[in-house]
């Protein structure tokens, strides 16, 4: 399965795009992971948002 993570900047902006491919959702957080530190990510299955991390790599809690 492809998917993307979402760079964030600290106004809530997409800063970066990088494209992956992970077998499920618990891989694609996993390998989102290395792209924390300087900027929480997101992580989508197209449509489909798998999970928001902050800068320490730590899921967020997705509202609605």
Do not use: Q, T
């Given at each position: 399965m492809f998917?993307?993570?979402?760079c964030?900047?600290?106004?809530?902006?997409?800063?970066?795009?990088?494209?992956?491919e992970?077998?499920?959702d618990a891989?694609?957080?996993e390998?989102?992971r290395?792209?924390?530190g300087?900027h929480?990510?997101?992580?989508?299955d197209?449509a489909r948002?798998?999970?928001r991390?902050g800068?320490?790599g730590?899921e967020?809690?997705?509202?609605?």
């Amino acid at each position: 399965m492809f998917f993307r993570v979402y760079c964030i900047d600290e106004r809530g902006h997409i800063c970066s795009v990088h494209e992956c491919e992970a077998r499920d959702d618990a891989e694609a957080i996993e390998v989102a992971r290395r792209f924390c530190g300087a900027h929480e990510v997101e992580i989508w299955d197209r449509a489909r948002r798998i999970a928001r991390l902050g800068k320490d790599g730590e899921e967020r809690r997705l509202a609605g």
